[in-house]
C-alpha cells in the first residue's frame, strides 16, 4: 500500500514537472508569427509545449508580379516548410488577403477554432498596428476573447472553461505605443527567426524589398546576407542598431536596442547590456491575467 501511495506521488510529481502548454500565434498573414514570435516559437516547442500558428489571411496580396492565386500557392508552400522546420501544425484560413473584417461570422469562426485547439496563450496583434489586416485580427482576438468561455455562443463547440492568457505582438505604432510587459533574449535562436524569414522567400526576397525600393541580390550567400542586414556585434551601439536599415537581424536588434532598460530589470546590468536580439510582448486586459509560474514557465527564459 504504501509502495502503491509513494508511486503514485512520484507520478504526479513528474506530471507537475512535465507542463505542457499550449501556445497558439495568431496572425493575419503567414509570415507575421515568424517575424514576430519565431524565436519564442522555437524556445518554446525545445521547451516541450505544444505551438500552433494560425495566418487568418489566405496569402494571395504579397506579390507584385506573380497573380494572387500563384502568390497563394507559392506562400501555402513557403508556410508548409515552416511548419515542417520548426514541427508544428500552421493553419491558413481562406480570406482574401487585404478583405480581413471583425465581423460576427468570422468571430464565431475564430471562437469555434480556439476553442477547439483550447490554447494557454494567445499571441495577437495588437489593435492599432498599421496594416488594416492586422488591426481586423486584433480585433477578432478582442471580441473573441470573453465569450470563447459562453456555452450558449456556438453551443456546438464546447466552451472553454477559463480564458487563455492573451499577449500583443511588438510593433512601431506609436499612439498609443506599444509598451513591453515580457521582453526575452532570443540570442540562442536568432539563426533559426533568420531561417523561418528565408523560408518566407517570396516574401523576404521579393515583395517587402520591393515596397522598400530595395533588390535582393542573386545567389544564396548573398541573399542570406542581404535578409541579416547590418552585422551586429557584442561592440554595436544601440544607436547603430537603430539606425541600421533594412535587414531581419537589425529588426530582431532593434527590439533589444528598444527595450533595453526591461532586459537589463530582467537579467541584471551584465546580461541586460549584453543582449543582441529580443522579443517583446504586451500582456493584453482581455485575456486570463497570469500568475507567477505562467510567466516563468514562458517568457522566464
Ligand atoms: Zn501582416
Same mark, same amino acid.
Given at each position: 500500500m504504501? !509502495? !502503491?501511495?509513494?508511486?503514485?506521488?512520484?507520478?504526479?510529481?513528474?506530471?507537475?514537472?512535465?507542463?505542457?502548454?499550449?501556445?497558439? =500565434?495568431?496572425?493575419a498573414h503567414q509570415d507575421d508569427n515568424e517575424f514576430r514570435v519565431g524565436g519564442m516559437a522555437s524556445k518554446w516547442i525545445k521547451a516541450g509545449h505544444e505551438v500552433r500558428f494560425l495566418s487568418m489571411c489566405d496569402g494571395g496580396g504579397g506579390h507584385h508580379i506573380m497573380t494572387a492565386a500563384e502568390t497563394r500557392a507559392r506562400r501555402a508552400r513557403e508556410s508548409a516548410a515552416v511548419a515542417e522546420y520548426l514541427g508544428i501544425r500552421y493553419d491558413i484560413w481562406d480570406i482574401e488577403d487585404c478583405n480581413l473584417v471583425a465581423d460576427l461570422e468570422t468571430r464565431k469562426r475564430l471562437i469555434c477554432y480556439v476553442r477547439e485547439f483550447c490554447p494557454d496563450l494567445i499571441i495577437a496583434h495588437r489593435l492599432n498596428d498599421y496594416h488594416a489586416d492586422h488591426r481586423a485580427a486584433a480585433q477578432l482576438v478582442a471580441d473573441a476573447s470573453y465569450l470563447l468561455t459562453v456555452p450558449n455562443l456556438c453551443p456546438d463547440t464546447p466552451a472553454m472553461r477559463r480564458l487563455p492568457v492573451i499577449v500583443y505582438n511588438e510593433d512601431k505604432t506609436k499612439n498609443p505605443e506599444f509598451s513591453a510587459t515580457y521582453v526575452v533574449s532570443i540570442d540562442d535562436e536568432v539563426e533559426t527567426k533568420l531561417?523561418?524569414?528565408?523560408?518566407?522567400?517570396?516574401?523576404?526576397?521579393e515583395w517587402l524589398p520591393y515596397?522598400?525600393?530595395?533588390? =535582393?541580390?542573386?545567389? $544564396?550567400? /548573398?541573399?542570406? =546576407?542581404? !535578409?541579416?542586414?547590418? $552585422?551586429?556585434?557584442? %561592440?554595436?551601439?544601440?544607436?547603430?542598431?537603430?539606425? %541600421?536599415?533594412?535587414?531581419?537581424?537589425?529588426? #530582431?536588434?532593434?527590439?533589444?536596442?528598444?527595450?533595453?532598460?526591461? !532586459?537589463?530589470?530582467?537579467?541584471?546590468? /551584465?546580461?541586460?547590456?549584453?543582449?543582441?536580439?529580443?522579443? =517583446? #510582448?504586451e500582456l493584453c486586459e482581455y485575456g486570463r491575467q497570469p500568475d507567477e509560474a505562467f510567466v516563468k514557465e514562458l517568457f522566464g527564459f
Open positions: 504504501i !509502495l !502503491l501511495y509513494n508511486k503514485i506521488k512520484i507520478m504526479s510529481i513528474a506530471i507537475m514537472e512535465d507542463i505542457i502548454m499550449k501556445i497558439l =500565434a495568431i496572425g531561417h523561418l524569414c528565408h523560408l518566407n522567400e517570396s516574401q523576404v526576397y515596397t522598400y525600393e530595395l533588390t =535582393a541580390p542573386e545567389g $544564396e550567400a /548573398e541573399r542570406r =546576407a542581404f !535578409l541579416k542586414g547590418m $552585422e551586429i556585434t557584442p %561592440g554595436t551601439t544601440d544607436e547603430e542598431i537603430m539606425a %541600421g536599415g533594412y535587414g531581419y537581424s537589425v529588426r #530582431f536588434a532593434r527590439t533589444a536596442a528598444r527595450f533595453r532598460r526591461e !532586459l537589463i530589470e530582467k537579467y541584471g546590468e /551584465e546580461k541586460g547590456k549584453s543582449v543582441r536580439y529580443a522579443e =517583446a #510582448f
